[in-house]
């Protein structure tokens, strides 16, 4: 598996976007642990997560729980797999999904995360999504006082645009290793922060690189360029969108979703297939 650097870290190129494994239209336990060690074994090394990928109030955290089950039940070697986790997001439990970027917040919600990932310090954090109704510094300085005090090892923030990057940069005294935005063939406006991280050297985690879970599936469907370059090169179109994804910048680390372990070993293909330049070209055009 081809790696990419993340702050201090090495992990592979194309992670495991766990939202799928514990939102609404999850599967089974038993399934989302094949799914994850699908992933392991074929040297998948960074997992994201958050403490607000579930479904129901009353069990903040599924997803990251789930994950430290798998990590525990797995039988190889797991030291230098990533798990990248979230705070700042809440789920009532209606399928809503609401803020809260109070410093206080944030730093108990990294310590309940930590608990339940079994760590003692998380290995990269990021402050899920700006809440309008606090001040972005007051919210990221609560992450650079969870790095401080070791609570995290890496900090990072998500949902920012190339003012609130460079904000958290500052506030973080040049410590910010990662921004995760939404990025597809669907969703391409985030290019711009994209391109920030890349002249940063500051990775960049696209999610729903996809499409978004409800999309991913017939993405050939609706975007023809990627369909044309997957039937050319006998690929899945969904391949194609992340070598096209991983091709756009040495910073880029994909985070594709997955329910089943087919899912994911077909987007770990991705780091295989090289596109030309007049395919990148193609495909970069608005489809
Ligand atoms: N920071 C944020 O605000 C934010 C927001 C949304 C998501 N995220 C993160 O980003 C990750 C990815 O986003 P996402 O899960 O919303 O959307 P996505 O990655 O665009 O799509 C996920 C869906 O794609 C399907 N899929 C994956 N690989 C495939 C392949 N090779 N061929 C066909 N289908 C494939 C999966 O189907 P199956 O389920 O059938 O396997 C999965 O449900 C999330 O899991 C989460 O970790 C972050």
Not at 63 to 90: C, F, M, P
Not at 146 to 168: F, P, R, T, Y
Request: proline share 6%; glycine share 8%; net charge negative.
């Amino acid at each position: 598996m081809i790696k990419r650097t993340l702050g201090s870290r090495t992990v592979s190129a194309i992670g495991l976007g766990g939202m799928p494994m514990s939102i609404e239209g999850r599967p089974d336990e038993q399934r989302s642990v094949a799914t994850i060690h699908a992933a392991l074994d074929a040297g998948v090394t960074l997992i994201d997560t958050a403490d607000a990928y579930h479904r129901d109030a009353n069990e903040v955290g599924h997803n990251e729980a789930l994950i430290a089950r798998a990590l525990a039940s797995y039988g190889g070697d797991t030291s230098d797999v990533l798990v990248a986790t979230k705070g700042g997001h809440l789920r009532p439990g209606d399928g809503s999904w609401t803020q809260n970027g109070r410093p206080e917040y944030l730093l108990e919600a990294a310590k309940a995360s930590a608990k339940r990932l079994g760590v003692e310090a998380i290995g990269l954090y990021q402050f899920h999504r700006p809440d309008p109704a606090v001040p972005y510094a007051e919210s990221v300085g609560a992450i650079k006082q969870l790095l401080d005090e070791g609570v995290i090892q890496l900090a990072s923030i998500s949902n920012a645009s190339v003012a609130q990057i460079d904000e958290a940069n500052a506030i973080l005294d040049g410590r910010l290793v990662s921004v995760q935005n939404q990025f597809s063939p669907a969703f391409r406006s985030s290019l711009v922060e994209l391109e920030h991280c890349a002249a940063l050297g500051i990775a960049f985690l696209p999610w729903s690189p996809l499409g978004g879970i409800r999309r991913a599936a017939d993405l050939g469907d609706r975007h023809d360029a990627f369909a044309q370059v997957a039937a050319d090169h006998q690929v899945s179109p969904q391949q194609v969108a992340l070598a096209w994804e991983l091709a756009l910048a040495p910073v880029v680390i994909p985070i594709p979703g997955a329910s089943r372990p087919e899912s994911i070993l077909d987007s770990v293909k991705a780091v295989e297939l090289v596109l030309t330049a007049d395919e990148m070209t193609l495909l970069s055009q608005p489809s």
